[in-house]
């Protein structure tokens, strides 16, 4: 934990809350609620492995300034098949996966610098054939919403998180894992500060703001394939742009930009922690760095809910919340925002 000067320092410059600001190890004042509550940032995700493709490089910058980030992982990711060919096998079946990927969740959360929490579920797997096939039983699609939902509500009771992140109502991709995330997670939200529903699950306490990843917008996925080519260089994205394009899901609004490129390193190397599912060589590396410096430095989220009121856009998760806006406490040094 960094030093806390005995008195907080005055913002100064707040003119621009949208720099980047400097990474862990920089001095900072810690950003509090109105109450003095030092910021409390949940992230829910389905697998592991989705903390680190969804939101990374935030919760990494959240961390290193101080807040008190959590990343809650519904499922063990133990149906996931092994996507990185360079890997190799997963012995044991899916007791085998479930322990391989629990090694790999520690290594990516200790990239991140956030804590973690699992709930608990067993993956449902990706159904895939026409007809698809039933889901297996036991599995967390099949979990009814209250019982699917009581855990979390447990865990968001005790780490009293300010704000939620979590995936659209569509789970932003079709895996009924990522549907279900969103489900409990709209409801610990709506139902945790409630004392009359889930009893006997810890203190009410009521989460003031709920937002949607929505960092594989259509406009970033183009923006990126573009600047791709731009450069000479071979886009694994185009495929993936078309079949978005042809599936007419409306895109969702992204209402808060939350700058990170300073942790764009930190989100890497929690996404090569999950060795058995990320290729290192694979579409999620296939941006240069200074590519993706020049032409997207930001994560997307649409705020979903808020009990306290808000001005869109946002560039802040704690908008209306924390005392001091972000950014203006810290060091304004750009240049040295890696740290390999
Ligand atoms: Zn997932």
Known sequence: MPELPAEP??????????SPSAPAGSAFVRRTDAAGEPLRLMAVHAHPDDESSKGAATT????AEGVEVLVVTCTGGERGDVLNERYGEVPGGIEGMREVRRHEMAAAAAALGVQQRWLGFVDSGLPEGDP???????????VGLEDASAPLVE??????????TTYDPTGGYPHPDHVMCHRVAAEAFAAAGDPE?????????????????HGFSLARLRAMHEAILEAGG???FGDWIESRQAREIPEREVTTRIECAAYFDRRDAALR???T???PEGFFFAVPREVELAHWTTEEYELAESRVPVTLPEHDLFAGIAVQPLGSLAPADETTGTDR
């Open 9 to 18: 320092r005055r913002p100064q410059n707040v003119t621009d809350t949208s």
């Open 60 to 63: 990494a910058r959240y961390a």
């Open 132 to 142: 698809l096939p039933p889901l297996p039983e036991g599995c967390f699609a099949l």
């Open 155 to 164: 865990v968001v009771r005790e780490f009293r998180p300010h704000v939620m």
């Open 197 to 213: 529903r889930y009893r006997g699950h810890g203190e009410p306490w009521a989460p003031l703001k709920l937002y949607y990843n």
């Open 234 to 236: 071979e886009s694994p």
């Open 273 to 275: 922690a999950h060795a």
């Open 277 to 279: 599912q990320i290729d």
